[in-house]
Every structure is written in C-alpha cells, then in structure tokens.
C-alpha cells in the first residue's frame, strides 16, 4: 500500500512538474496583474484544484474530527518555510496547507489578524510583510508564487533571531502590532544549517508568542521541539503527501495556545497623566500596555453633584494607530471627576484603576518656570526628562497669554532660559521649542540659576497671578543658594522643590521649598520616575492657584434669588440665578440637615435634593467658587410634605370590576381611605378602608370617568394629601355594524343600539359615522346620529351617508360618543357601485411641466376616480371614453373603441406625463381638436367633454357662446386649477365650471362632475333630443332567399318621430362591403331589401344613418349573423332610458316640476288618460294604450306538441285582434305630429309608449321569447311565437311569476311610467312551487293577473291565484279544443282591465262580482230564468244591459255664442280636436265671470286674406342628390347658349310647380290628419275663427 502510494505521489509531482516552466515564466506578469478579485478567485481555484489532485484521498480512520472555528482574535500570523526539501515537490503540500489555515483566519487590517511569509533561505529578508495585502484573497494569490528553490540552505536560528529582533517589534515598518499575540508557524522539510536551540529559546522567552513547528521528510524532531518549545507545538507528516492533510491539527494547535494566552491576567493601566484639551475637555493618557488588552473602558461621573448622576463611559480600542493610549473626554462642567479605567481583553478584565481631575483647573491663571538641573544628564535621561515629564507637565495648563504661561530653564554652570514663558504663549509653539533643545553638563550652580530664575525668568511675569517655580536637581549645588531663595520666599513665588537622586544637605531643601518644606518637596529616584510625577504634581499646582484666590483676590459674586421649589415628599429643587460667570468655576450647596455636599458646574443653576424625610425642615446654604475667594453663602429653607400614597392606579379589569392599587409611603401608617367620586359631579359612589395596597369595587358603570382619592391615615388621626388617579370606563362598542345597501353615491349602515345603566339621568349617546378613502386615507364624509341611551331596548339605529363618489372603496368607522368618551372603532370595508351610464365622456388634458411630481400623480387619479365611477362592458350602450392631451400636436390618449376595458383605460391614464405644447394652443385648434374628437362619438347619446387645464386658463381657448358645444350636443364641464378657489358655475345641461387652488382638492370634484354627466343624461340637450327623434326605432334584419349559397337580408324598421331628409346604409364585414344612400317615402314603417348578397355561417354589421336638412344626423347599427338556418337579428331599444342610480332619484327629486314628465300633477294624469284612450280609438282599438301585455306559457311535460300550437294559435289572433301594431303607428304619429308643433316637451311620455308585449316560455327556468318592448310589427310578434316549443321538465310556476316581476316588468324603463301591467298565464297542469307568494307579491305591485287554466289538474289552483273579480279574471277549459271560443271573452277582458279612470278596474283592491259586465263579455245566454221578486224601495239594483243606439236625431237651433277665450294660449293647447266633435263644449273661466259652460256656434264665412310675412331667413344648403343618367352627346361645335339657357328654364319652372303642389298636398292631407286628432280648441284652427254675435 505504501509503494503504491509512493508511485502516485511521483506521477503526480511529475504532472506539476511539467507546468513549472511555465508558471515560473508567469511569475513576474502575476506581480504586476491588477489586484481584481475576480481574477484571484480563478487563480486560487486552479492552485487549490492542483493541490488537492496531488494529494492521495485520506482513508476514513484517519479523517479528524476536529471542526475548524474561524480565528477572528487580533493576532498577528508568520509562516516561515522551507523552499529547500526536494520531497514536496513544486511545494504544493505548503500551499496547500498555508491556503487552508488562512482560510480560518478572519483577516483585518486593524481589528483582527494580520499575516506576513518569510523563507528560511533567506533569513533577513520578508517575502511580504504585515502591511502587505488587507484582503484575504490577495494571501492566498501570493502563496501559489511561492516555489521550490534548488541550491538552497535552511538557516533556522538566524531566521528566527531576524523575526524576534526586527519582525514581531513594533520599531520597525514590518507591521507586527502592540498588545496583539504573535504566531510563528515553521512548516520544515529539511535539517537546519546552524543551530536552533538558542535562538529558539529566546523566542520563545518572549511574552504572547507562539511557535508551531511542522515537520515532513528529513527535518529532525529535535528541531522541531526546540521551534515549538514542547511536543504539544509539534506537528509531523508521516509522508510528505499528507502536508495539507495536517492543517487541522495545526489550527487546534493555534488556537488551543491562543486561548491559553487569552486566559492570562491583564494588569492595571499605569503612568497617567492628564492634559486639558480645553476649558471644558480632558485628555487622559497612560502608558501603553505590555498584555493582551483590546479596548479600555472608562467611566467617569461627577464627583459631588448628587446620587442621581449618570456614569458615563467610552472606549479607547488598542487597534487605533495613535490613539490606543488616550481618551478625549469632552463636554465636562468645571468640576471635579472620578475616573475609573478598565483594561478588557479577550477573556480578561484588569483590576479598575480610579483617579479623579478637577475641570476647574483647566482655567487658572498660573506664571510657571520649571528649573532643570542638566549637569549629570545623559541622552537618555535628556530625552525621558523632554518627553515623560516635560511635555505631559505642559500639556496639563491651558496655554495663552490670558491663562497658564510656562517657561522652561536649564541650568549646570550657567543658566539658561531656553523657552521664556512671555514668548511661547501657545501649547504648539512651546512643544516644538522643547523638540529643538539641546542640554548642557557641568557644575552644578543651583544657587546662580534660582538667581536668573528670579531676576530674569519672572522679569515679564503677570504682577496679578501667583508665580510657582518648580526646581528640579540632580544632587546638592555647588554655590550658595540661601540669599536668593529667601527673596522668592519673600516675593510670594512659590518654590517646589524636586530633588532626583541622592542629596545630602538636607539645608538646601528647606531654602528652596516653599514653607512647609514637607509639603513642597518631591523625591525621586531617578529621571525615568519623573514621568509619573505628572498628575501629582499638577493638582498641587492647582491647589496653590486655589488658595491664592481665596486669599489674595476679592470674593465672588455671591447666588441670587435662591429658592427651594418644587418640595415634595422626600425630595426638593434648588434653583438660583447668577449672572456674572466669568470667574465662576463651579457652585456648592450644603444641606444641614443630612450634612451633605454638593458641587456643579457653573452653567448650572438648579439641584434635586433627593432622599428627604417628609414634615422634617431643611436648610440650605448656596456659594460661589471660582478663580477668586468664595463668595458670601445664601440660605434658604422648606418643610417637606407629609407622605401620601403614591403610585395610584386604577384599572377597569371587567365591565363590572375595578381594581385600585398603590405604594404604602411609609411604615407608620395603619390603614388608608379609599373614595371613588364621579369627576365631573364630585358624586361618591363608594368608600373603603383598607390596611392593604389593592382593593376591588363593583360599583362601576361604563362610559363614566372616576376620580380616586386614597389617603395615608397616620397615628392620632392625622391623614395625608389624597393622592390621585382617574379611570374611564370603557365605552361599549355598538355591535351589529353592517351594511344595509350601497348604491353609487350614497350607502346605508345600521348597528344595534347602546343598552347599559348610569349612574344619574339620561345623556344624549351619539353616534359617529366616518367615511374614508381607502386609496388615500381621508376623510370624506361624515355623519352624526343622536340618540338617547336605551336600558331594554333592541332598536336598530339607521344612517345614509350621501355625496360618495361611484366606484371607490372605503372603509367606514362606527363610533359612540357618550360623555366626551369614544368607544372602540368599528370598521368595515365597501365599494360603492359603478353607475351604468349611456354617455360619451371625452377628456381633454392638459398637464404643465412645471408640476410637481405629487400634483401629477394626483391630477392621474383624479382622472381614473373619474372614469372608475362607471361601469365598462362590451355593450354599445354603455360609457365610452376617448381622451386627448394638449401639446405643441395633440396627442390622443384612448380612443371610443378602447373603451370596453376600466383596467385598459386606468393604465393609460397612470401612463399621462407632463408634456409641453399647451399654451400656445390657439381657440381655433382648441375647436377643432374637441369636433374632431366628438367626430367617432355616439349619435342620440350624450356627449361630456371634461376638460383638466393645470395652467392654460380656458378663458383663452373657449369660445365666447357658452351654448357653443350645448348646438353640437356637447355639455362641457371645466376643471381649471387656479391661485384662488371660486365658487362653481352651472348653466342647466351645457355648462359647468370648477376653479380650485388645490391638487388636493380634484378628488372631491369627481362626484360633482359625475352627478354632472348623469344630469345631462337625464336632461339631455336639444341636440341629442333631436338625434333620438331622428333615429330609427326597431331596426330589424331577417333573412331573405337569394339561391343556395347566398341569402338576402331585408330590413325592416320604424320611421323616426322626424321625417329624414334621406337614409344612408351600410353593410360590413370585416370590412365595408356596400352602401347606398335612399330616400324612402313618408310612412310609419319600412323595408328594404339588402341587394349585397350575404354568405351564410358569417358576421355582418348593418349600419342606417339618417339625416336632416340642417345638418342634424343619427346612426344605429346592428351585428347578425347569417346562420345556416332562417335567422332573424332585431333591436328594439337603440337609446336606453337613463341610469337608475342615486343620483337620477336626487336630480329627478330636485329637478322643477315642468321636467319631471307627464307624472308630475295629478290632473296631468287625468289628461294622460284621455290621451291614451285618443290613440286606441284612432287605432280602432279596445285595448288602452300605455299597456304592458305578458303572456306566461306553460311549456313543461304536461304540455303536448298539439296543446303548443293550440296555445300559439290563441296569442297570435289575441295580439292581431287587440290592434297592438295599429296602436304603435297612432302613437307615433301622435308624437309626430306634436313635434311639428314644438310641443313635444307638453306631451306627456305615456301618451307616445304605445302598448309593451312579452312572450315567455317556462318549465324549470323562464325563457324569453319576445322581450318587453314596444314597436312591434304582426309579422314579427308572429314569426317569434312560431319559435316556441314545448321543452319537458317540471313547471315552476311561481319562478316564472318572479322572474315576470323582476326581469320583465322592473327593468324595463316603462317603470318610470304609468302603465298598465296586465299578466296572461296559460297552464296546463299544476305547479313544481309554491305559486300564491309570487302572486301576491305580484298583485301588490298592481299587476292584473289573468290564469287560464286549459285541463282539469289546473282548476283549483289558478282561481286562487288570479286577480279579482274570477269572473274576469279566471278562465278554466275542461278541453283545450274549446279555446277558440273564449277567445272573444278573453279580448274583452284584456280590454277591460286596461282601462283608467272612474268605473274601470283598477289597480288594487276590486269588489267579488262585475257590475254589469258579465252579460256582455257572455257570448251566448241560457234560458231566461223566473222572474224574481220585487225589491225594497231603499236598495238599489244591479243595473240592467245597455240598450242599442237609436238613430241619429235632427240637429237643434245653434245655441248663443259664449264669451272669448282670454286664457287660451298656443303654448297651452295639448290636442286639436275635430270641429264638430262633441267634445267641443268645453270649461272656460273668463277673468271677471265663474265657471260656465259656453256653446261654440257654427263656422262663420271666410275671412279677407291677411298680408304677407316678411320672408325667411335662407335655410341650410342640401345635401348632393345622386348623380344623373349621362346626357345626350352634345354637337361637336357646341350648341347654341340662348337656347340651352331657355330650355334649363322651363324644366326648373316645371320642377317648381311639381314641388308647389305636392307640397300643397302635403299640407292638405296633414291639415285632415289634425283634425281627425284634435280634441280642442286651437287658436290657429279655422274652427276657433268665430264671429262674435249678440246673445
């Protein structure tokens, strides 16, 4: 196994060996490579994929179990190798194992570890240093440079001495770290060259190293133990293929010896000095640690400013280059601080160290000469004495010319005065004069040098601050000091004496030092310790300043307006004023009751005195300090409060409990009193004693607010202030909250009513009702219901939130307001209905670039909350919209046909942005964009233009005609944003106008301007009026034969209420496939065959536009298919009525009476009758118009083919003798005619309905075979009853009554109108449901319902269900063969029941027997009966049968003309009634007579001929007529002028006489036409032309 493992290591040594060339070649060009760590990546991936192809798999029983954590601590790592064994070869066993550990190390530049490589062939020399690479992947791209070298040497020891002495100091710019463990890793092939052992060791004696030697090959094991110091630093490879698989044992090696170093004890930080950085920041330092530490932690607080003070603290991180040795405290008041420093390691902490500085040091005012004694120095000691006491001693006084001075003078034999304090008057200056000193040696003259100290280094001293001399010597002076010194004694200087090193006269120490010797003089050792004097010596220098203010200057200004505020229980607050601060360093206050001390700063000026016993009196006293003597105290006192309970709490744990706690004040108290009051009445409604903190009441109620009191009851009945605490009770909230309905522009909610209990009389509970936008969050309406708290009841309490805007979500929140107390919200969420409008929206945008991006976004959803209120689909009749921004070229947005899609058009409309262009739009392509845009729209339906100018003033562009738009059907609606806010315009149906200041404000416009819209819907403008006259009704298109491939379609409609000047029809496809333009004459109905031939199984579209001779023109048009059957494709309604939504109910309610129709008044109703029954006798008809006529058919199982056609037959001869079509034409005509007399808006719109006919077929489910609809030829009635057929199931009878109520009857228009609903059902067995709810429900509406009833299983239950009288109403067959016969008595019936008016059915309640009907609606009479016996006088009998109508009589004298008719105006005259019609005796009331009948007389001879009219105005231009045969072929050189010009003459005279009496004709036969029709007098009939005649 072991040859064989031989053998694969030298096949693969010779694999990499092939490419070393190579790679040797590359070398260079892979130093200068860019440091692109996509590029590193590949190279480290090649290099690891070589190594571990090299490497032989590890067998299971020997894989570690060892997991390898990340080395994240600072440490710094050295790999030393071996580039001279020839058993790894091309080293990849190295590299390998360098990769793997460095992918363990968790590299940082600063705060974690660092790595450098050396080679032990070259032992002073680093292949790349600490400071080389910051990223781990630039280390392991410079391992796979590192290479085998031949001809080399292992020089161990002297590599190792090179890394103790150069590499792992902190001298040199290697990059090792202070404070920071050190890792060597030796990785040995070979023996060493020279001995290991000594430098090993010294190695090894240095603190926080470890060595990790790993050996392969011929390397010795006794080097490897003297590299590592033990076995447990040893790592061997039994072969040098298992180099890389060693790594893990070398990483638990590392990191076992680097959590032993962590455990090592961290000693106290040393050497502190202090440095003011300013008047009110501190610069602390110490000397740099020896240990393992990472950060230093220091807290620092006020030393007497009170218990409450916070501890602050800050870190100082070693790994700060500079700055690991020193703290920057900042934001101090000029007090004293205590320090605490703590040394933190990795899992070590130092003993704290404590010091303490006073801030009010930083600005004293101090002249200071420091005395050196240079005669013994050395360099060393020189610059230990420059840099260690020097410049820290410096650093500790605020340097300026109005604060600290500091001079420096060096003497030995003679004196020098090296930095005067007059001349070096900042901290800089002075530090870079002590960097460029030099000393001298020699005697020792002290006495000479406190000579020149006196005389010349105080010669500028300040003459109003103290003056200190520190002298410091090195031994006993070679002269006579005493003389001098006496006289700095005398000149108030004060001396400190620091004597370095041995002194034998103890004489010179006391002539030196100030008084008492003891005080003033410092001893020490040697240079070196002078370091440490620093801090020392600088508080005694600031305790001298201290004393020689508070001696020799004038006191302070002392507090002002001292004052113990806020006194309370156990604690007060001192508060003072002081103005002049400029000397202040801090104040004192002391209290004497507890003898305590307290110190701030001076910008303070208050204290909380805290811990304090309550009744007990307190005295405090308040002063100054500062650069000067103390100021005068000031006093003042308090009595402290008696303890109360504190902590009061009051919390409503249930609806019924209450739970009160608090915190006992004291011990001495024994029990407390609880009272429970109402706070706004000061009711009590409870008191307790109790000796617990907690106690539990029930006498609460909701919805009220209770004021606590809880008093502390002391010995002898002493009771403490009450302490406080409010609780308010819950609210409950109203539950039940759910909507009762929503509609497009209002909702209703509803919720049960409150029930609880109070405590004293009844409040008003009242209920708010908030609506908010769910898109936007705001509220838009609000509501506000008042009611009276309820103990038992269950109401239900109702509210309707009006002026929504169709089409948004919002959310509505329920809340009770009762006592200024709020429940809890209830919400819930709804979305208003769409409106189904039949208008044409165009919108014409104009968005200004200099909006903002928030006015574009909510100028967007004004537009979509606009177009989202209605309701999209694929019907013709419903909305459209085009849209249309305003640039320098008008750009269209959607056009009619996008309009099937809401989502569509919300997208495009988000997709709007600024664009320019707008305003230098002139008013003549501002009218042509709006023509061209209204170009596509809809004829007969409503055209709004909405037009959104954000900075273009429609002023400019609208025409000056407000009715401008208003001729061309066009109602406008203007939102124009504008500086200030005006109050909207309205102009009926065409104008409306909205100025806003506001983005904010065009949400709340989208209601107006669709109520807006609906307005002109529901009055719409002449225009469109006269559009839908000009429209054809009924549009039909049936197949017609035309051969086997093709068929014909012919088409059949109803002329429109105006005659059109001629018709233009056309027919597509997928494209347009003929047309023609027709003329048809005047008639009620047409037809016209289609000549186009039509392809069977295809769709087509008819269109038929009609046209007027002012230029008026309407168009309808109708998709069909061409089945392969008989087909046939009708349309019955082309303009719908307008839409049903809350907004009609509230235009119609608030619209004058004159537009509301014909059902305004009552007696317009009584008129609508007559009209009515006018039409059905011009139509020779018993049946009343303004009907509905539904005919239910039983189409179940029990209904043969035979009982169908039996059935059909009946309601095609019913339909053809009760004259429906004749009825329609009379009542078009009748429109007609009052058209041409500008008098339709007088004709009521029942009198012009004609009569409704359904057909439906039921079993399971209805089925509509004609829907509900007017305008019906025979042919058509007959042709759809053809259709039906019997479809087998059950009957579901009462289904199809409701399905009659809901779908046939309420949705149709005709709901707005006054019609007559009369119901035919025709059963054949019995019903599958429950029949009599549907009936009754039916009947309550005031629908007629007859049953007929055509076999025995059918005669009970359709008498119930019919309407009374039965003898009207109810039809029952024993055969159904007997039909026919019944069929008169059914007519009459009908007809009857169509009625209005006194003595006819009506709706509601009828009597059981018909009054005299029976015999006649009877056709044949049994044999008279006996005759009866006579009647009581006082009862009245049935009256008896009509007798026939006698023969006309002779005509009677002519009766006495009656008075003129002064209230008979044109515009009132309804009807033209035929002049000898007996109708013409009519009411007149004349100004001064009463009511009276007048005769009219007979026709008087003819007037004279009247003068003639001034001539019309010149009408319109008329359209081209088609274009002629060609004429005869002219003479080849040309005819004669005269004669053609003659011959053009005639025929235009004969073409005018032809038009002259036809026209007469025409005027003839309509002149007839009116007085067949007229049933009044009429100013312009010949008949009202009387002469007046005496009576």
Request: glycine residues 6%.
């Amino acid at each position: 196994m072991t040859n064989l493992r031989e053998i694969f290591l030298i096949i693969a040594s010779l694999a990499i060996a092939c490419g070393e060339a190579r790679s040797r070649s590359l070398r260079k060009r892979s130093r200068k490579q860019s440091d692109s760590p996509h590029h590193n990546h590949h190279t480290v991936y090649r290099a690891k994929t070589a190594v571990a192809a090299s490497q032989p798999a590890t067998p299971p029983s020997m894989q570690d179990t060892y997991e390898p954590t990340m080395i994240s601590w600072p440490v710094d790592v050295l790999f030393v190798v071996d580039r001279s064994s020839t058993l790894d070869v091309g080293m990849a066993g190295t590299k390998c194992l360098l990769h793997n550990l460095t992918q363990y190390i968790d590299v940082e530049y600063r705060t974690k570890a660092r790595i450098a490589m050396m080679n032990l062939d070259e032992p002073e020399r680093v292949a790349f240093s600490f400071r080389r690479y910051f990223e781990k992947y630039r280390y392991l791209r410079a391992y796979q440079i590192l290479d085998h070298e031949h001809g080399v040497e292992n020089n161990v020891g002297e590599t190792l001495s090179y890394v103790r002495k150069t590499v792992l100091t902190t001298a040199v710019g290697i990059g090792a770290r202070l404070n920071v463990p050190k890792v060597v890793v030796v990785v040995l092939g070979s023996t060493s060259n020279d001995l290991v052992s000594e430098e090993a060791a010294k190695l090894l004696a240095e603190p926080y190293r470890v060595t990790v030697a790993v050996g392969y090959g011929r390397a010795l094991q006794k080097e490897l133990y003297e590299i590592a110091g033990d076995s447990s630093g040893v790592v061997f490879a039994d072969s040098p293929g298992n180099i890389c698989a060693t790594w893990t044992k070398v990483h638990r090696v590392i990191t076992k010896k680097l959590s032993d170093l962590s455990k090592i004890p961290i000693h106290p930080a040393t050497g502190f000095s202090v440095g003011f950085v300013h008047e009110n920041a501190v610069e602390i330092r110490w000397d740099k640690p020896n240990d393992l530490v990472r950060t230093y932690d220091l807290n620092y607080r006020p030393t007497r400013i009170g218990p409450d003070e916070p501890t602050l603290t800050t870190k100082v991180n070693i790994a700060t280059p500079g700055r690991d040795n020193m703290a920057t405290l900042v934001n101090l008041e000029t007090i004293e601080y205590d320090v605490q420093i703590q040394g933190v390691g990795i899992n070590q902490t130092s003993a704290p160290v404590s010091l303490s500085f006073d801030m009010a040091c930083a600005g004293i005012k101090v002249d200071i000469i420091v005395l050196v004694d240079t005669s013994v120095l050395t360099d060393a000691s020189f610059e230990s004495l420059r840099h260690g006491f020097l410049r820290p001693f410096i650093h500790g006084f605020l340097i300026d010319w109005d604060k600290s001075r500091v001079g420096v003078m060096f003497y030995s034999d003679e004196a020098r005065y090296v930095a005067p304090l007059s001349t070096y008057t900042k901290r800089e200056d002075l530090f870079d004069r002590l960097n460029h000193i030099g000393y001298e040696n020699g005697a020792r003259n002290t006495g000479a040098a406190l000579h020149h100290a006196y005389f010349y280094g105080f010669e500028f001293a300040r003459l109003d601050v103290l003056k200190i001399l520190v002298a410091i010597t090195t031994g006993d002076s070679d002269d006579d000091v005493q003389q001098i010194s006496k006289k700095i004694v005398g000149d108030k200087t004060v001396a400190f004496h620091v004597r370095v090193g041995e002194h034998a006269s103890a004489r010179e120490n006391k002539v030196i030092a100030s008084h008492p010797t003891n005080n003033y003089t410092i001893n020490r050792d040697t240079i070196d310790d002078l370091k440490l004097l620093q801090f020392d010596l600088l508080k005694r220098v600031c305790n001298e300043v201290f004393g020689h203010y508070k001696t020799d200057s004038a006191p302070l200004t002392p507090p002002s307006y001292v004052q113990l505020h806020d006194v309370r229980n156990t604690s007060l607050e001192i508060i003072w004023e002081h103005t002049n601060t400029q000397l202040v360093t801090s104040f004192k206050i002391y209290e004497s009751t507890t003898n305590r001390y307290f110190e701030v700063g001076s910008t303070r000026r208050e204290l909380l005195l805290p811990d304090l016993l309550p009744g007990h009196e307190y005295n405090v006293s308040v002063w100054t300090i500062g650069h000067a003597q103390d100021s005068d105290k000031v006093y003042a006192s308090a009595i402290t409060d008696i303890l109360s309970p504190f902590g009061v709490a009051a919390k409503q744990i249930s609806p019924e409990e209450m739970r009160i706690t608090w915190y006992s004040p004291s011990e001495a108290v024994y029990q407390f009193n609880v009272i429970m009051l109402l706070r706004d009445s000061t009711h009590i409604v409870e008191e307790l004693f109790t000796s617990s903190t907690t106690v539990y009441t029930n006498a609460i109620l909701p919805s009220s607010e209770y004021e606590i009191l809880v008093r502390a009851e002391y010995v002898d009945d002493v009771l403490s202030e009450p302490a406080l605490a409010y609780c308010e009770t819950e609210l409950p909230a109203p539950i039940n909250f759910r909507v009762d309905s929503v509609g497009e522009t209002e909702m209703s909610v509803s919720w049960k009513n409150l029930n609880f209990k109070q405590h004293e009389g009844n409040d008003i509970l009242r209920y708010l009702v908030s609506v908010y936008d769910q898109v936007h969050d705001i509220l838009v309406a609000q509501e506000q219901n008042n009611a009276t708290v309820s103990y038992y009841s269950n109401d239900i309490v109702k509210c309707v939130v009006p002026n929504l805007t169709p089409g948004r979500t919002y959310r509505v929140e329920l809340t009770a307001l009762f006592r200024n107390k709020e429940s809890e919200v209830r919400s819930l969420e709804l979305t208003t209905k769409r409106i189904h409008a039949h208008i044409d929206l165009g919108l014409l945008i104009e968005i200004s670039p200099t909006l903002r991006n928030e006015e574009v976004d909510q100028a967007r959803e004004f537009l979509c909350s606009l177009v989202g209120s209605f309701e999209f689909n694929n019907n013709k009749n419903e909305v459209r919209v085009s849209a249309v921004q305003l640039t320098y070229i008008p750009k269209q947005i959607l056009s009619w046909k996008d309009s099937t899609s809401l989502d569509y058009i919300v997208n495009k409309l988000n997709g709007l942005f600024p664009r320019r262009g707008a305003s230098v739009f002139s008013p003549e392509t501002f009218n042509r964009t709006i023509m061209n845009m209204f170009r596509e729209a809809r004829t007969g339906i409503p055209r709004i233009l909405v037009i959104l100018n954000t900075n273009q003033h429609y002023s400019n562009l609208m025409p000056e005609a407000e009715d401008e738009y208003a001729r061309h059907g066009i109602t406008t609606i203007v939102v124009q944003m504008s500086s200030i806010s005006k109050s909207p315009y309205a102009l009926q149906s065409m104008m409306h106008r909205y100025e806003v200041d506001s983005f904010n404000r065009l949400l709340h416009l989208t209601q107006h301007i669709v109520t807006d819209a609906i307005r002109a819907e529901q009055f719409p403008l002449e225009r469109i009026q006269k559009e839908r006259n000009l429209t054809p009704l009924a549009l039909t298109v049936y197949q017609g034969n035309l051969g086997k491939l093709h068929k014909q379609g012919v088409l059949e409609w109803w002329s429109p209420n105006i005659w059109p000047d001629y018709y233009i029809i056309r027919v597509f496809n997928s494209k347009e496939l003929w047309n023609e333009k027709i003329t048809k004459r005047r008639r009620t109905q047409n037809r016209f065959t289609i000549p186009h031939p039509l392809t069977p199984d295809t769709d087509y579209r008819v269109e038929m536009e009609t046209f007027a001779r002012d230029g008026a023109h309407a168009k309808t048009w109708l998709n069909f298919r061409t089945t392969s059957n008989d087909w046939m494709k009708e349309i019955y309604d082309p303009f719908p009525a307008p839409s049903k939504s809350t907004i009609t109910k509230k235009l119609q309610r608030d619209a004058p009476i004159e537009n509301r129709g014909s059902t305004a008044k009552s007696h317009k109703k009584v008129r609508s009758s007559k009209l009515l029954a006018a039409i059905s006798k011009r139509a020779q008809s018993c049946l009343m118009a303004g009907s509905n006529v539904v005919f239910a058919v039983d189409s179940s199982n029990s209904t043969r083919a035979t009982d169908m056609n039996t059935v059909k037959s009946l309601i095609k001869k019913l339909t053809t003798s009760l004259k429906i079509e004749q009825i329609e034409k009379a009542a078009a005509n009748k429109y007609r005619q009052a058209y041409r007399r500008h008098m339709h808006k007088l004709l009521p719109q029942i009198a012009t309905y004609g009569v409704g006919l359904s057909v439906l077929q039921f079993a399971e489910s209805p089925q509509l075979v004609i829907p509900m609809n007017s305008r019906l030829t025979r042919k058509r009635i007959n042709q759809s009853v053809n259709r039906m057929t019997p479809t087998g199931g059950r009957a579901n009878v009462g289904k199809a009554l409701d399905f009659i109520r809901m779908e046939v009857l309420k949705i149709n228009e005709t709901t707005r109108l006054p019609t007559r609903d009369i119901v035919i059902l025709i059963v054949t067995g019995t019903s599958a449901d429950d029949v009599a709810p549907c009936a009754d429900r039916m009947k309550k509406d005031g629908t007629l319902l007859f049953t007929i009833g055509l076999n025995e299983a059918t005669r009970e239950w359709t008498k119930s269900v019919a309407s009374k009288p039965p003898s009207i109403f109810y039809y029952h067959l024993d055969m159904i063969q007997s039909i026919g016969k019944m069929r008169g008595r059914i007519r009459r019936c009908i007809c009857v029941a169509s009625q209005r008016g006194k003595g006819k059915i009506v709706r509601g309640k009828q009597t059981d027997e018909c009054t005299g009907c029976i015999s006649r609606l009877t056709k044949f009479r049994g044999p008279p009966g006996q005759k009866g016996s006579r009647g009581t006088p006082e009862t009245i009998g049935i009256a008896g049968l009509k007798g026939e109508r006698g023969p006309p009589g002779l005509p009677g004298p002519p009766g006495p003309a009656g008075p003129p008719c002064y209230q008979c105006q044109p515009e009132q005259i309804k009807e033209v009634i035929p002049r000898n019609a007996p109708e013409r005796r009519r009411t007149t009331r004349s100004p001064n007579d009463d009511e009276q009948i007048v005769v009219v007389g007979p026709r008087g001879p003819k007037g004279t001929r009247g003068d003639a009219g001034e001539r019309g105005s010149d009408g319109d231009r008329g359209h081209s007529g088609p274009q002629g045969p060609p004429g005869p072929k002219g003479d080849a050189a040309g005819g004669n002028t005269e004669e053609i010009e003659n011959v053009a003459r005639r025929i235009c005279r004969e073409i005018i006489e032809e038009k002259i009496i036809s026209g007469q004709e025409q005027q003839q036969q309509e002149k007839v036409e009116n007085v067949e029709a007229c049933k009044g007098d009429c100013p312009n009939h010949e008949g009202s032309k009387r002469k007046k005649t005496s009576p």
